[in-house]
């Protein structure tokens, strides 16, 4: 199951991360980083939004309802990095016999559940 199946395609054509010396980068798409940094600055726009309704003093609900939909769009966004990572630079390190890369997996998506 794809959380975003236009980004799946995207993904599939390329490498994510590479790994040189001991620096790690990803290397996304200009359509994958386009379609991140679009849904980040949408992202920086609520966040500004949540500010200017409490210091207007909003209705409490109505700042946790929007602080939630902020939430849920900054989950999005790191579960299609975890997706393009899975299907690319973790599989790659498993290819390579590097089975390490579970670990730090397992890490992240723990940081992830924390929330």
Do not use: P
């Amino acid at each position: 199951m794809s959380f975003d199946h236009e980004y799946e395609d995207e993904m599939n054509d390329e490498s994510c991360c590479e790994t040189s010396g001991s620096h790690r980068k990803s290397h996304h798409s200009d359509k994958v980083k386009s379609n991140l940094v679009t849904r980040l600055n949408r992202i920086e726009g609520q966040i500004r939004g949540i500010k200017g309704m409490i210091e207007k003093d909003t209705y409490c609900d109505d700042v946790i309802t929007q602080i939630s939909a902020t939430q849920s769009a900054l989950n999005s966004v790191a579960k299609l990095l975890l997706e393009g990572h899975l299907k690319t630079c973790v599989i790659e390190r498993i290819q390579e016999g590097d089975h390490e890369v579970l670990d730090e997996v397992l890490v992240t998506i723990q940081k992830l559940m924390k929330k």
